[in-house]
């Protein structure tokens, strides 16, 4: 039996990410799925359902047509996956609906340096292999608003280990959420090439991608 499928979705028209290349290696070397890779907004427009799950794998900017938007609503509202990493905080700005499926926007960041993640949920398969405090070196997106009222929080940062954060105490950096039949998962980290080597980072998406395909 073939491995299920997953859309992984790299289009930028606004910053790029140099990491990019390493994420989608990644994400094939995880296992369990074919990941099929586009750049051309034409994927989207196709019929959605024989993925196990949509990865914006650091979008940014306005990356989807008026009918990759109808296409990629109606997949997750009836039942589909979405996972978004890293820079898909910064994607569809121009969307409401896409900021209410993710669960929060980007809004800035400081410098790139290392800090502590703590983990509020350890059961969840995103995290349930994480150390309690995880150190990494990422870029400590914040957001708009906090997205703790429509969903549940997996992770959060600590801001006192690191310089420049601007949420304060509750600054979740990943979470899930439930956006009609569908499942969405979003991760802040993943900025760094070296983040995608990581075994501890590739099994957070591994957990993350898996609980959203309902798998």
């Known amino acids: 039996m073939a491995d299920p499928a997953l859309l992984v979705y790299t289009r930028t028209t606004g910053y790029r990410h ?113 150390p309690p405090v995880w150190e990494v070196t990422d870029e400590w997106y914040d957001f708009r608003a906090c997205p703790r009222r429509t969903a549940h929080v997996l992770l959060r940062a600590d801001e006192s280990s690191y310089t420049g954060g601007t949420m304060g105490d509750d600054h979740p950096l990943a979470w899930c959420r439930a956006q009609g039949a569908g499942r969405v998962f979003y991760t802040a980290l993943g900025h760094t090439v070296e983040a995608y080597d990581d075994p501890l980072f590739r099994a957070h998406l591994r957990g993350g991608i898996t609980w959203a395909a309902g798998r």
């Open 18 to 130: 140099d990491s990019i290349p390493a994420g989608v290696a990644a994400l094939r070397a995880l296992g369990g799925f074919e990941v099929h890779a586009h750049e051309d907004p034409a994927a989207l427009e196709e019929p959605l359902d024989r993925y196990a799950a949509v990865v914006f794998l650091s979008t940014s900017g306005e990356v989807l047509t008026p009918a990759g938007r109808e296409r990629l609503a109606a997949y997750v509202e009836g039942g589909g996956g979405f996972v978004g990493v890293h820079a898909a905080a910064c994607t569809e700005d121009d969307w409401p609906y896409y900021g209410d499926l993710l669960g929060a926007r980007f809004a800035g960041h400081p410098p790139v340096q290392p800090g502590r993640v703590l983990v509020e949920d350890r059961d969840h398969p995103a995290t349930r292999h994480l």
